[in-house]
């Protein structure tokens, strides 16, 4: 049942667009219900039913002009407009179509994916040229794959794509508490797999940068299309690479570390045999967090004994106590 | 990626018939098994759209059927398409999605010295000469690719597998915390969440697996063809690098003394 009245409703919306395609005129509401099967008869039904569709076919981005039918005539028509709807010529080279092929494979995501795929169908059917490409056997090479898990990411795309403001509850680093903010995004970046958002954030009246999987809750548009001014030279991928810049590793540690373990620390410290222990190494390394290194030396167990500093080898026998308890 | 069975809304699948059409009248013949898989649907669906299509009757001011096409031996036919014989303009979302993964993809070319970064150049400035105006959103969306260590390794290991070359790995099993000696048939380089991996048939291990290229520490292009097994199945990236199974369980890792910061969730398997 719901099958079928779907198709009788596609069958309704591309006898439209066929109709109105190849009309100059302006048609009104009267004119294409008499031209397309399917609407009712009762006059309040049938205008429900024509708003409906005039709004799904905008949707698809169907350019459905408005007109006065003729000048005699007070109703208002549609077209659409040849120029408006088509895709303009495009002929791609075997190799390029290969490329579009892998292109429309790298969205991950809901969001995108589905239109990656629909922008490939319109070009490959815009071009007789894009037959025998990757589909069936992409070329060798490099196979990228986007992923967006945050469940921000689709209304901060809409956002940035049509310039409205958003306001969302954010946890920043190192804090328990939620904040509410509002941002006036000016980019969205994906970094080493991370996806952040730079704009400016109107209650600190500064630019700041945002990481999406720190966004709880819903992002919401607070603003109308378009109010959103992106300041000339704004650059949104260097304000998160900037954001980003992995912090200096400005303490050193020295461990003793047994001679058949921990590859990692031997391959990237400075190792000295310890004499008066043997089968253990003594380790100077670099590193940033003490905390964070903490709870990476403590992975190593036994293995490892934190010589200096004090506060290092406090944070470690911590976490080891607390593995413990 | 079989296309499986699944509703589809009216808009999508006018969207759907909107590139079905010209796809074929650009052709005059085309394969039906064909082109369903290009559409990602089945050849029963592929029939009942062509059907959709030729349906269509316009009552006024006279009845004539716009689109007339056939379909017989497995081979489909355009003969009149009318008004509907090109493409849709691409929407802002279609055009930037792609536009968007196409710079990923010269950002990658770039690094492996691959010979499609032509090919990418190309199609981003025909496509953003198409697109016009949709495609001007793109450029708010931006992926950067940093592999400081991979970038040399990505190198080599894209030249292995043009020349379809074995290659001998070092590396560092993070788990473990050691480093592995292996041989690997190279498959393909894969880049998702911004990590550069080798997929390949490891000969040690007689199995498909997947080496992180930042945890590689060093590798020998042998002089030996790499002989994939045509057993090796690629991994399914598509669903995520690591999916999840029934056998997974959710771990909530807190701590009480890390008064700063949220509970942490992992998946871990088993």
């Known amino acids: ?325 | 990626m079989s296309p499986q069975p699944r509703m589809v809304t009216s808009a999508e699948r006018l969207r759907r018939l909107l590139a079905l059409v010209p796809y074929v009248a650009a052709r005059r013949v085309v394969g039906l098994a064909e082109t369903a898989a290009t559409f990602g649907m089945t050849e029963r669906e592929l029939i009942d759209d062509l059907n959709l299509a030729w349906c269509v009757e316009l009552r006024a001011p006279e009845p004539y059927c716009p689109i007339d096409l056939s379909y017989e031996d497995g081979e489909i036919s355009i003969s009149q398409a009318e008004s509907i014989a090109r493409p849709l303009r691409l929407a802002a979302d279609e055009a930037s999605a792609l536009l968007i993964a196409l710079r990923m993809l010269a950002e990658v070319a770039s690094f492996g010295q691959h010979q499609d970064g032509d090919a990418i150049a190309r199609l981003i400035a025909k496509i953003e000469d198409a697109a016009g105006t949709a495609g001007a959103a793109s450029s708010q969306v931006s992926v950067q690719i940093e592999h400081p260590n991979a970038r040399g390794m990505a190198a080599t290991l894209s030249a292995a597998l043009s020349a379809g070359q074995r290659v001998h790995l070092r590396h560092y099993a993070w788990r473990r915390d050691e480093a592995t000696e292996r041989d690997v048939d190279p498959m393909r380089l894969l880049v998702v969440d911004g990590q550069t991996y080798l997929e390949g048939w490891c000969r040690r291990a007689e199995g498909v697996r997947l080496f992180r290229l930042d945890r590689v520490l060093s590798v020998d292009v042998l002089d030996v063809p790499a002989e994939v097994p045509d057993t090796a199945e690629p991994v399914d990236v598509d669903a995520g690098l690591f999916t999840a199974s029934p056998s997974d369980v959710l771990v909530e890792l807190s701590s009480a003394r890390r008064r700063a910061g949220s509970p942490r969730t992992t998946r871990a398997s088993r």
């Open chain 1, 1 to 325: 049942m719901e099958v079928a009245l779907s198709k009788r409703r596609t069958e309704r919306l591309l006898s439209i667009v066929v109709l109105l395609l190849s009309s100059r005129r302006y048609l009104t509401a009267e004119q294409i219900r008499a031209a397309v099967s399917g609407y009712p008869e009762e006059q309040e039904s049938f205008k429900r039913m024509f708003e409906r569709d005039k709004e799904e076919l905008r949707d698809l981005g169907i350019p459905l002009e408005t007109g006065r039918a003729s000048q005699f005539d007070d109703d208002l028509g549609y077209r659409i407009s040849r120029q408006d709807y088509e895709l303009p010529e495009i002929h791609l080279e075997p190799d390029e179509a290969a490329v579009l092929g892998i292109a429309s494979r790298v969205w991950q995501s809901a969001e995108l994916a589905g239109a990656a795929t629909g922008a490939a169908l319109k070009l490959r059917a815009a071009s007789r040229e894009a037959d025998g490409d990757g589909t069936a056997s992409p070329p060798p090479g490099i196979q990228p794959r986007l992923t967006t898990q945050e469940p921000a990411f689709g209304l901060l795309w809409e956002a940035v794509r049509d310039r409205r403001p958003v306001t969302f509850d954010y946890r920043a680093i190192g804090r328990s508490e939620v904040t509410k903010r509002t941002l006036e995004p000016w980019g969205v970046v994906n970094r080493r797999g991370h996806w952040y958002v730079a704009g400016h954030d109107r209650a600190r009246d500064a630019p700041r940068v945002f990481r999406l999987s720190r966004i709880t809750g819903p992002v919401k548009l607070a603003g109308p299309p378009g109010s959103v001014k992106v300041p000339e030279g704004a650059d949104a991928r260097k304000m998160v690479k900037d954001w980003d810049r992995p912090q200096a590793r400005d303490h050193t540690a020295t461990l003793r570390v047994r001679a058949d373990a921990g590859f990692a620390l031997h391959r990237w410290g400075t190792v000295t045999s310890d004499a008066a222990n043997p089968g253990w190494d003594r380790i100077t390394i670099d590193y940033s967090d003490p905390e964070w290194y903490a709870r990476y030396l403590a992975w190593f167990g036994p293995d490892v004994v934190v010589l200096d500093p004090p506060e290092l080898r406090e944070a470690v026998i911590r976490q080891l106590k607390g593995a413990l308890a």
